[in-house]
């Protein structure tokens, strides 16, 4: 399966890498990274290993939405203000829970780190939405 070169540099600029960086992370070789921009489409493992860099422990509502996160979603955020990443994913389970929300999360800051926000705020949340987030991360690991 062949990704869009522009979801790929999409990831790339939310995550603040470059491609050089990326490259020498997977240990690819620059060129064949830079020639994924000519062909237009970039292979799957690269978006897998591209979602295994470890993200900032700090973000912004504009880089997830330049990942792919819907606007709509942080229609009463500052779009720079600079959260705490576990803090950013409670707050916005919390509003605008879906298992579209739940995916970009998890492909954003990885399952782990979704995983262990909740864990860190479980006081602050519904038994039901943990269930729910734990239950639809589960469910899209096992299909893809």
Do not use: C
């Amino acid at each position: 399966m062949k990704i869009d070169h522009s979801l790929f540099e999409a990831m790339l600029n939310a995550k603040g890498i470059n491609k050089k960086t990326f490259a020498q992370y997977a240990q690819i070789p620059y060129f064949t990274v830079a020639g994924w921009k000519k062909s237009g489409k970039v292979p799957a493992y690269a978006i897998v290993l591209l979602q295994n860099i470890p993200t900032p422990k700090m973000v912004t509502a504009k880089q997830l939405i330049d990942a792919g996160m819907p606007r709509a979603i942080f229609w009463n955020n500052d779009l720079t203000k600079v959260v705490p990443n576990d803090i950013f994913i409670v707050s916005t389970l919390k509003r605008a829970y879906n298992d579209f929300v739940v995916q970009k999360f998890v492909e954003f800051f990885g399952e782990d780190a979704v995983l262990a926000a909740l864990m860190k705020h479980r006081d602050k949340l519904s038994d039901k939405l943990i269930d729910s987030v734990i239950n639809h991360a589960s469910n899209t690991l096992a299909s893809a």
